[in-house]
């Protein structure tokens, strides 16, 4: 069973940083796709960053953080993390890791249990 557990959150003032780090008990390079997702309250689970192991690594991510956000993983840790900057309050969520695994053409899909972002003056 993967089990991916996040932490680093916590409550910031609009300006500053945070990073968020999240464990996985499995191998990475057995993922295809691994990212961080944010659901503010009363509103969707969006994705934020993420990345598709291929030919060409190149991280994607939302618009509405991209300068601001840095998604970096560690293979010797099994670790993966969200460098967050210039937070603002509109960033305020709770944020999880996702990585989803390809095994005779089904998708495994796991998530972390997430991990609050409060950013208030």
């Known amino acids: 069973q993967v089990r991916l557990v996040e932490s680093g959150g916590g409550e910031v003032q609009p300006g500053g940083s945070l990073r968020l780090s999240c464990e996985i008990s499995?191998?990475?390079?057995?993922?295809?796709?691994m990212g961080w997702y944010r659901q503010a309250p009363g509103k969707q689970r969006e994705l934020v960053a993420s990345?598709?192991?291929?030919?060409?690594?190149?991280?994607d991510y939302a618009d509405s953080v991209r300068g601001r956000f840095t998604i970096s993983r560690d293979f010797a840790k099994n670790a993966m993390y969200l460098q967050m900057s210039s937070l603002k309050p509109e960033d305020t969520a709770v944020y999880y890791c996702?990585?989803?695994?390809?095994?005779?053409?089904?998708?495994?899909?796991?998530w972390g249990q997430g991990t609050q972002v409060t950013v208030s003056s």
């Open positions: 996702y990585a989803d695994q390809l095994y005779q053409s089904r998708k495994y899909d796991y």
């Open positions: 499995a191998s990475m390079h057995s993922f295809n796709v």
């Open positions: 990345i598709t192991d291929g030919i060409s690594i190149i991280p």
